[in-house]
């Protein structure tokens, strides 16, 4: 991104200061990013897509495209609402089920006949406190 960022640079005709200024950056910071020290965060993307509407930011991130785009500004684009998910009938991972047995004393026969009309084990790990774990059959 560094070498596309100066690109973008050298077509506007300004300097890494200039730029700093006007999307209100620190100048060490556009100096990081054009060395390949750092890498631009979401404050930097943001603040350039503000400041340079006409720049293609997907040009920008990654390489693909026109360096400049008819890309709508983030105010001009339509917003359509995110709709729930249907209700699923399978649980999700972290649901808990209805009956759990005292998990001080699990094995794998109640772990199966826990689940067995909900869905079937392939695998149980067992994760031990020293850093070592047991694969179950």
């Known amino acids: ?7 973008f640079l050298a077509a506007e005709n300004i300097s890494q200061s200039q730029f700093a200024d006007t999307i209100g950056v620190a100048r060490a910071s556009i100096s990081h990013i054009l060395a390949g020290r750092n890498k631009p965060g979401f404050d930097f993307i943001e603040r350039t897509a503000k400041h340079f509407p006409e ?52 094995s794998l026969d109640k772990i199966h006949q826990v689940l067995k009309n909900q869905r079937s084990i392939s695998k ?5 406190t020293d850093g070592s774990f047991q694969e179950l059959p």
């Open 55 to 106: 720049l293609n930011l997907d040009w920008l991130i990654t390489g693909r495209g026109k360096m400049y785009g008819g890309a709508k500004s983030a105010t001009e684009a339509p917003v359509e609402p995110i709709s729930p998910l249907p209700p699923s009938e399978d649980p999700g991972l972290f649901d808990e089920p209805d009956t759990l047995p005292d998990s001080s004393n699990i």
């Open 1 to 7: 991104m560094n070498r596309r960022l100066q690109q």
């Open 124 to 128: 149980v790990i067992v994760f031990y």
